[in-house]
């Protein structure tokens, strides 16, 4: 299987800060990576594809990038709505496909 | 808009089969390039892919459950289900139905979530 790191598991933040969520997979996965955001209760909701292809709906200060083994999804001028659990996952192996165990951004 | 719901006990004594349905609304199960798939949540585990099934029959399961697990489609009824044997404690968990268009990897469309407690 291939096994997901994210880093920082929590990280404090203000709203209007920009901030960065790195993903690192034990392999090489080119740019098979997805990003999700989680509020309490509720399912993932897919906000990236590709490493950095933006889903429809999904506001311009989501971004990703990387490719190979690390990976980052940015956030841009933090909103009140983008306090939740952020997930990658990946889809180069697809037997089994795999999630990071989460990044947490809370309200500083 | 694909719509899902999860349905199904809540409570599944150890060593007995978890079942769940899940329904689609907004279209038809057999439409083109739509895979239909399963994802638990457990504080333990996170998130874990159990696996999809594409109308036509093909599957893809998860290795770790793939002894245990069967999904399979009703398309009369617009749904497709999961079976999980031999339950433990390890598998309680919050479980998802979940799909999207143009690829099984990957997910749009989710449903709420039903909690599953293994316990006797």
């Known amino acids: 299987d291939i096994h997901m790191t994210q880093s920082p598991s929590t990280l404090s933040a203000s709203v209007g800060d920009r901030v960065t969520i790195t993903c690192r997979t034990s392999?090489?996965?080119?740019?098979?990576l997805a990003w999700y955001q989680q509020k309490p209760g509720k399912a993932p909701k897919l906000l990236l594809y590709k490493a950095s292809t933006l889903e429809r709906g999904v506001p311009l200060r989501f971004s990703g990038s990387g490719s190979g083994t690390e990976f980052t999804l940015t956030i841009s001028n933090l909103q009140p709505d983008d306090f939740a659990t952020y997930y990658c996952q990946q889809y180069h192996d697809y037997s089994p496909l795999t999630f990071g165990g989460g990044t947490k951004v809370e309200i500083k | 808009q694909v719509q899902l719901q999860e349905s199904g006990p809540g409570l599944v004594k150890p060593s007995q089969t978890l079942s769940l349905t899940c329904t689609v609304s907004?279209?038809?199960?057999?439409?083109?390039?739509?895979?239909w798939s399963w994802i638990r949540q457990s504080p333990e585990k996170g998130l874990e892919w159990i696996g999809y099934i594409y109308p036509t029959g093909t599957t893809n399961y998860n290795p770790s459950l793939k002894s245990r697990v069967a999904i399979s489609v009703d398309t009369s009824k617009n749904q497709f289900s999961l079976k999980l044997d031999s339950v433990t404690a390890a598998d309680t968990a919050v479980y998802y139905c979940a799909t999207r268009h143009d690829s099984p990897y990957y997910f749009t469309y989710w449903g709420q979530g039903t909690l599953v407690t293994v316990s006797s």
């Open positions: 907004g279209g038809s199960i057999t439409r083109a390039g739509y895979y």
């Open positions: 392999e090489s996965i080119n740019n098979w």
